[in-house]
């Protein structure tokens, strides 16, 4: 399902449905951050009633099935890189949704490039990116 910029995909997972939205609007990570944030999550099945208590934010990739939904669903982007909810603070590498980043191949103590993103012509899992630089996002609303 699509709405002018927001791309809609919906994933079975364990019994629960995970909405993920890929905006094709170029933002700087915190400017895609707080769209996420902001947006109202409506249950597709009954478009006027708002969902209770469910938050959305940039993806979290904690999953292979996270992963390869998403890669999937960036291939319709906009721009060549996309940002996830994927950020270097306090010295150390954290999803907004505090779970535990898996991914060995990331710098341990980057120089530069202190925000996640996923290109859409590589196969590395995640990649670092200047956080002012502007991409399309993806937000999937917590179950």
Known sequence: MSTANHTFLYCANQ???QTTILVKQ???WEEASNHCRALEAVDPS?????????RY???SLITENDYVNTRKKIQEATSDEVWTGLRFLAGEWLWVDGELVQYKDIQSCPTEGFCGILAKN????VETSDCEQRK???CYRKP
């Open 122 to 125: 590589s196969t590395a899992q």
């Open 46 to 54: 009954r478009p006027t009633t708002e969902y209770n208590n469910n």
């Open 57 to 59: 934010d940039l993806i």
């Open 136 to 138: 399309n996002f993806v």
């Open 15 to 17: 019994k629960k449905i």
């Open 26 to 28: 170029n933002k700087t």
